[in-house]
């Protein structure tokens, strides 16, 4: 006699272990490659050769030079704005900027702004630099940033 | 006559939530991965700043000059110093000319280390600067205070 199973089902299974196996790779090859992002921005100075050289010079602008010292090991040991000495403060070194350009109020063409030019040793520690950038650049008032010089220009590099 | 099963009984776990979940890492870590960070360089810790925020609009023509601490320039994953980078900006150049497009129009951006000596980054400017290059921008980290 035959006996027939009562509740022979047809299940379809699809094997997902292949599907699986593909999917941890991707997974860890995500996770190996994941890397965060610090956000990064730039310093926008525009420097043509010519601006280099002794060209002419409009006498209505006002001459902005920095100038900032370094020791032997590139730390910052003076910082001298016109001719004032600062000492190794930022703060005061944007307080006088301010001071300086302040007046002029906020100028719609960047290009037409007052411009200053930094005038370093060369063994001075590049992040000084950026510092002193962003003292005459500008400061953060809340979330806005109120702009000073935005013509920013180095000097020729002093061996 | 009572006839056994030979059904093997197979303990089956519902794979189902962990496939959701796998699935949401992958879409999390692949809307997360940016491969725009070929441009940085592990040799390089740049500088930070307050003041910098992330370009809205990516720079044209970029150049992209990472300044070592100890003042080694690479561009394009090559070594250079002040006295050769000319070859390599010249290659560069020559891209940029075959597009059409003048010197003036590249953007050269530094990438130096935020303990190389100032010197180097000033070298570097003059060198470009040398290749009729005009416009730089100085890269650095965005500090949130």
């Known amino acids: ?159 | 006559m009572r006839v056994k099963s030979k059904k093997v009984d197979l303990a089956q776990g519902d794979l189902t939530p962990m496939i959701d979940m796998v699935f949401q890492l992958i879409a999390f870590f692949m809307v997360l991965i940016n491969f725009a960070q070929n441009e940085a360089n592990d040799r390089v810790i740049l500088p930070k700043s307050v003041l910098v925020k992330p370009p809205e609009e990516t720079l044209e023509f970029p150049i992209v000059l990472h300044v070592t601490q100890d003042g080694e320039i690479i561009l394009g994953g090559e070594g250079f110093t002040t006295d050769t980078l000319r070859i390599g900006l010249n290659r560069e150049l020559a891209v940029i000319n075959s597009e059409g497009k003048k010197p003036g129009d590249a953007n050269v951006i530094i990438r130096a280390h935020r303990d190389t000596a100032a010197g180097d980054v000033q070298e570097v400017i003059r060198v470009a600067q040398e290749q009729k290059l005009e416009k730089f921008a100085l890269r650095v980290k965005e500090d949130r205070i």
């Open chain 1, 1 to 159: 006699m035959k006996i027939r199973r009562k509740q022979e089902e047809l299940r379809n299974e699809v094997d997902m272990t292949s599907m699986i196996d593909i999917v941890f790779l991707l997974l860890i090859f995500f996770v190996m490659s994941f890397k965060i992002v610090e956000l990064e921005g730039d310093f926008s100075v525009r420097m043509p050769l010519a601006s280099n050289s002794t060209g002419t010079v409009d006498d209505t602008e006002l001459p902005l030079k920095l100038r900032l010292r370094a020791n032997e090991q590139g730390q910052l040991v003076s910082i001298q704005m016109n001719e004032v000495q600062l000492g190794t403060d930022f703060a005061a070194l944007q307080n006088t900027v301010i001071g300086l350009v302040g007046s002029f109020g906020p100028t719609e063409d960047a290009e037409k702004g007052p411009e200053i030019e930094i005038d370093t040793d060369f063994n001075l520690r590049y992040e000084h630099v950026i510092q002193a950038i962003t003292a005459v650049s500008g400061y953060k008032e809340g979330d806005q940033t109120v702009p000073l010089i935005e013509r920013i220009k180095f000097a020729k590099p002093r061996r």
